[in-house]
């Protein structure tokens, strides 16, 4: 009865996830383990090394925490524009455009995300070079991938997709290598 109770409840409440003992309590990844908790934020002021503003959020990942963050903290400083540092875990482009729009200059270091790949034995974006004069792209075969004619809205971002032929693909030795099976 008590599951049932919960169940209803969930869905009632349109929340994907209901802790019994912390109501505002997520299931957060740290670490590699899945915990009950929170993920707190703050922005400290560089100059006088106060915080500037907080914020305790229950979605795991800082992706979509750096334009409320640095706008609380832009707020809470009375100035016209702010510089925002902050780590790989919150890179994000929507966000880093956000934070443009509204005067925030975001230093953020793009997010190297290839180790997932190499340890699939999988080629990253890095390993496919840029060719200027073709406004192409040349995989580790040596095909050349080139720019579909019409691009793609991605969160707001318009973004170039580049392809090579599905014969010349289909036949390549390294095809695993290069998309998912």
Same mark, same amino acid.
């Given at each position: 009865?008590?599951?049932?109770?919960?169940?209803?409840?969930? *869905?009632?409440?349109?929340?994907?996830? $209901?802790?019994?003992? @912390? +109501?505002?309590?997520?299931?957060?990844?740290? &670490? %590699? =383990?899945?915990?009950?908790?929170?993920?707190?934020?703050? *922005?400290?002021?560089?100059?006088?090394? $106060?915080?500037?503003? @907080? +914020?305790?959020?229950?979605?795991?990942?800082? &992706? %979509? =925490?750096?334009?409320?963050?640095?706008?609380?903290?832009?707020?809470?400083?009375?100035?016209?524009? $702010?510089?925002?540092?902050?780590?790989?875990?919150?890179?994000?482009?929507?966000?880093?455009?956000?934070?443009?729009?509204?005067?925030?200059?975001?230093?953020?270091?793009?997010?190297?995300?290839?180790?997932?790949?190499?340890?699939?034995?999988?080629?990253?974006?890095?390993?496919?070079?840029?060719?200027?004069?073709?406004?192409?792209?040349?995989?580790?075969?040596?095909?050349?991938?080139?720019?579909?004619?019409?691009?793609?809205?991605?969160?707001?971002?318009?973004?170039?997709?580049?392809?090579?032929?599905?014969?010349?693909?289909?036949?390549?030795?390294?095809?695993?290598?290069?998309?998912?099976?």
């Amino acid at each position: 009865a008590r599951v049932k109770a919960d169940l209803t409840e969930l *869905a009632r409440s349109g929340q994907t996830q $209901l802790s019994t003992t @912390d +109501a505002d309590a997520r299931l957060l990844a740290k &670490s %590699g =383990q899945r915990v009950a908790g929170y993920n707190a934020q703050i *922005a400290v002021d560089a100059k006088h090394k $106060l915080i500037a503003a @907080d +914020a305790v959020v229950n979605d795991g990942n800082d &992706s %979509g =925490q750096l334009h409320p963050m640095a706008l609380a903290a832009k707020e809470a400083l009375g100035v016209e524009t $702010l510089q925002a540092l902050a780590d790989t875990g919150y890179y994000n482009g929507a966000q880093l455009k956000a934070c443009e729009d509204d005067g925030i200059v975001a230093y953020v270091p793009q997010a190297r995300r290839t180790d997932r790949l190499k340890a699939q034995g999988r080629f990253s974006h890095a390993e496919f070079s840029y060719v200027a004069d073709a406004d192409a792209y040349r995989c580790p075969a040596g095909e050349l991938l080139t720019r579909t004619p019409s691009p793609k809205t991605n969160g707001g971002r318009i973004e170039s997709r580049y392809v090579s032929r599905k014969a010349v693909c289909d036949g390549c030795s390294l095809r695993g290598r290069c998309v998912e099976k």
